[in-house]
C-alpha cells in the first residue's frame, strides 16, 4: 500500500470515528461530535472553502432552534444508522474531499476534466412513458451490461470518482445488479432516479443493508396533475413506494421536472407538506427541456413563471421560515456551482449503449465506453469543446449550451463532429436548439434583471472550468 492510500484510509477510519459519535449520542454530546467533525472538515478542506463556510456551520449546529439544526436532528433520529454513516463518508468524505482532490489531480495530468459525479443508464426499459420524457427516445432495448457497469466504475474510482447516479429507463429493472455494484464498491454513493414502482419490502432490506444507495422518486403534483403526464395509477404507487422507505428508515428524495403546467402545484405548501410527512428529505427541480423530434414545447415556462420557481425555492428553502425540506433547482441554482456543470466539467452521462454524453439532455456523443477506456472517452473532442466554451454565460440564470445559450450547443456539436446518440428518431442540433431560441431570447433580459438585483456571492470567470480554476494544459 503507497503511502497516499495509507493517509487516505486513516483519515477515513478518524471521520468513520467521529460519525459513530454524532449517531450514537444526541443532544449536547451530538452537538460537541458534530463539532468536531466540522473542525476535522475545516483541516481537510479549509484551503479551498471559504471560511465563512465552517463559521455558519458551527453557528447552526450551536442553536438548536435553528431549522437546519432541527432538520439534521430529525435525519439523525429517524433515518437507519448504517443509511447514515455510509451516505456521510462515502458522500462526504470519499466522493466530497478524497474523490475531488483526486480528480483535479488527474485533471492537471491529464489535461481535461475529470467529473465529480457520473450519471449511468443501466438500461433503457421502462414501464411508463410519460409525456416529454428524454429517456423514451432512447427505445427500450439497450442495456449496459453488469460487467459494463462494474468496469466504468473500476475506472472511474481510479480517476477518484466515487459518486453514481442511475436512471435510464427504469434503472430498478436492474435493481439486484444496482445492489452488486454499491456491494462491491462499497467506498462510492450510488443515487438511482426511479418512477418508485418497482420498490418493495426485500429492495428496501437490501438497501438497509449495503448502506450507500438512495433513490429519488419521480412524482409530478397530486394525483390529478402527476397521472395527466405519468399514467394512471402512479401516483398512487410512489406514495406508496414513499412509505415502505420511510418504514424502513431510508433516506430518499423526489425528482420533480416542472413545467408550464404544474410548477406551482410541486412547488405549493400542500404538496411540500405531503412529500414532508411522507418522509421526503430533498427534493430535485428539473426544468422541462424540448429534448427529441416530438418536444412538447408548450411546457416550456413562460419567463414570469420561471422567476417564480426562483424566488419560490429559495422561500421555502430560507433558513428562516420556509419548510424543514432541502430543494436543489437544476437550472436555477447554476450560481452555486459556476453555471452549466456538464460535459466532465463537474458530471456527465453514459446511455444505455454506451454514449458518454456531455449531458442526459445532450444526446450527442463522439465517444463510446465500449470502444474507449473512460478516460478517453473524457479526453473527446465533444468534451474538450465543451470545456473551452464553459461558462456560456456570464449570468449563472442562463447557464444552458440549449435552453438559454443554443447557438453555443450547435458550435460545440459542429466543431467536434459530435453525431446524435439517438437510435430511434436522431435530432440535429439545429432542430433542437432552434426550439430553444425564442425561449432564450425571452428569459435573457428577465434573468439579466434577476441577477442584477440578487447578485452572486462569485462571479463566474471565463476559462474557470475547474472546480480549482483553469486546467493546466
Not at 422567476?307 to 421560515?321: D, L, P, T
Request: with cysteine; proline share 5%.
Amino acid at each position: 500500500m503507497s503511502f497516499e492510500s495509507f493517509k487516505a484510509n486513516t483519515t477515513r477510519a478518524a471521520v468513520s470515528k467521529t460519525l459513530d459519535g454524532i449517531i450514537k449520542y444526541v443532544n449536547k454530546d451530538r452537538q460537541a461530535h458534530l463539532t468536531k467533525l466540522i473542525d476535522m472538515s475545516e483541516k481537510l478542506i479549509g484551503y479551498r472553502v471559504s471560511p465563512g463556510v465552517f463559521s455558519a456551520a458551527r453557528n447552526f449546529v450551536n442553536d438548536p432552534d435553528c431549522k437546519w439544526m432541527q432538520y439534521t436532528n430529525k435525519l439523525l433520529d429517524e433515518i437507519d444508522p448504517n443509511v447514515v454513516k455510509m451516505h456521510a463518508l462515502n458522500l462526504g468524505y470519499q466522493a466530497g474531499f478524497y474523490g475531488v482532490s483526486k480528480t483535479h489531480e488527474m485533471a492537471k495530468k491529464y489535461g481535461v476534466n475529470i467529473p465529480w459525479v457520473m450519471l449511468l443508464d443501466p438500461t433503457s426499459a421502462c414501464n411508463m412513458h410519460c409525456t416529454g420524457c428524454w429517456a423514451a427516445e432512447y427505445g427500450h432495448k439497450l442495456n449496459l451490461s453488469y460487467e459494463d457497469l462494474d468496469s466504468i466504475i473500476t475506472q472511474g474510482e481510479k480517476l477518484g470518482i466515487y459518486f453514481y447516479l442511475f436512471t435510464g429507463g427504469e434503472p430498478l429493472v436492474r435493481r439486484d445488479d444496482l445492489i452488486r455494484l454499491a456491494e462491491k464498491h462499497n467506498k462510492c454513493a450510488f443515487h438511482a432516479f426511479t418512477n418508485g414502482t418497482l420498490v418493495d419490502d426485500a429492495f428496501c432490506r437490501e438497501m438497509k443493508r449495503v448502506g450507500n444507495f438512495s433513490l429519488s422518486l419521480s412524482v409530478e403534483g397530486f394525483e390529478d396533475v402527476n397521472d395527466l403526464r405519468r399514467g394512471t395509477g402512479s401516483f398512487e404507487k410512489v406514495m406508496h413506494a414513499m412509505d415502505l422507505l420511510r418504514e424502513n428508515k431510508l433516506l430518499f428524495g423526489t425528482s420533480i421536472c416542472y413545467t408550464s403546467k404544474n410548477y406551482k402545484t410541486v412547488t405549493s405548501d400542500e404538496f411540500l407538506d405531503l412529500l414532508i410527512e411522507k418522509g421526503v428529505r430533498y427534493s430535485w427541480y428539473f426544468h422541462y427541456m424540448p429534448v427529441g423530434n416530438e418536444a412538447a414545447t408548450e411546457l416550456l415556462l413562460t419567463p414570469e413563471q420561471r422567476v417564480y420557481m426562483y424566488h419560490r425555492v429559495r422561500e421555502v428553502r430560507a433558513a428562516k421560515g420556509g419548510k424543514p425540506i432541502f430543494l436543489i433547482d437544476f437550472q436555477n441554482d447554476g450560481e452555486y456551482v459556476s453555471g452549466c456543470i456538464a460535459g466532465g466539467k463537474y458530471y456527465c452521462h453514459i446511455n444505455p449503449n454506451g454514449d458518454v454524453e456531455p449531458c442526459v439532455f445532450i444526446h450527442y456523443s463522439g465517444a463510446n465506453i465500449h470502444d474507449k477506456t473512460l478516460l478517453e472517452c473524457l479526453q473527446q473532442p465533444l468534451f474538450k469543446a465543451y470545456q473551452d466554451a464553459q461558462p456560456f454565460n456570464d449570468n449563472p440564470l442562463r447557464p444552458c449550451p440549449m435552453l438559454e445559450n443554443p447557438e453555443c450547443l450547435q458550435e460545440i456539436v459542429k466543431k467536434s463532429g459530435a453525431v446524435s446518440t439517438d437510435l430511434q428518431s436522431p435530432e440535429a442540433a439545429d432542430h433542437l436548439c432552434g426550439k430553444c431560441i425564442n425561449y432564450a431570447k425571452d428569459w435573457a433580459p428577465v434573468a439579466d434583471q434577476l441577477i442584477e438585483e440578487h447578485p452572486p456571492k462569485k462571479k463566474i470567470k471565463k476559462g474557470h472550468s475547474s472546480y480549482y480554476g483553469p486546467i493546466e494544459k
